[in-house]
């Protein structure tokens, strides 16, 4: 599948995500959750998704660097 929007940011399945199938941040759906409802750690960012997710966050909210 293609990501949905310029930014979202498209994570392989793998053992350095820790994600059984491929997945999408989309930083254009940005939703607020009390910490109570969040029960476990489903994946994680590597150092160069991370950079990414942060340049997405940008693009998304229209930040200038």
Do not use: C, Q, W, Y
């Not at 793998?14 to 750690?41: A, Y």
């Not at 960012?45 to 693009?59: G, H, P």
């Amino acid at each position: 599948p293609e990501p949905f929007a310029l930014s979202d940011l498209e994570v392989t399945a793998s053992e350095e995500s820790g994600l059984k199938r491929l997945s999408f941040v989309r930083f254009g759906k940005v939703v607020t959750l009390e910490t109570n409802r969040i029960l476990r750690r489903i994946g994680r960012l590597s150092d160069r998704l991370m950079t990414e997710a942060n340049r997405k966050i940008a693009f998304a909210f229209d930040l200038s660097a």
